[in-house]
């Protein structure tokens, strides 16, 4: 499984971008893949996940209202739309794949980050003031 992230650069507030995870060796019946980001000093923590199931794709509470992920036909990219941005979402941004086909926990909660067994180069998002 490889996965790169691509799309990242510098925004003005407000402004839109959209990161591309360019995948392969992903096996979508039996995997998910996610949107993570790591401010600097923080830990890494996820923005959304998306399966191969055709179900409705995951998102974590602080980015669903302007966030949107999204995946090619071909399975080959995943995609984060991102609206609105804020200086706050300054931060390197991961794409990350887990080995089951789900992104949340049956209590509900998001996958932790630990059970994304892989992870691509990160992109850099900086959003201006």
């Known amino acids: 499984v490889q996965l790169q992230a691509s799309g990242g650069g510098l925004v003005q507030a407000g402004g839109s971008l959209t990161l591309s995870c360019a995948t392969s060796?992903?096996?979508?019946?039996?995997?998910?893949v996610g949107w993570f980001r790591q401010a600097p000093g923080k830990e890494r923590v996820a923005i959304s996940c998306i399966t191969g199931r055709g179900g409705q794709p995951a998102y974590a509470d602080s980015s669903k209202d302007r966030f949107t992920i999204s995946r090619d036909n071909s399975g080959n990219a995943v995609f984060l739309q991102m609206n609105s941005l804020k200086p706050e979402d300054t931060a390197v941004y991961y794409c990350?794949?887990?080995?089951?086909?789900?992104?949340?926990?049956?209590?509900?909660?998001?996958?932790?980050?630990?059970?994304?067994?892989?992870w691509g180069q990160g992109t850099q998002v900086t959003v201006s003031s």
């Open positions: 060796g992903i096996t979508w019946s039996q995997m998910a």
């Open positions: 990350g794949a887990v080995p089951t086909p789900a992104c949340r926990y049956r209590s509900g909660d998001f996958y932790a980050v630990s059970e994304f067994e892989f």
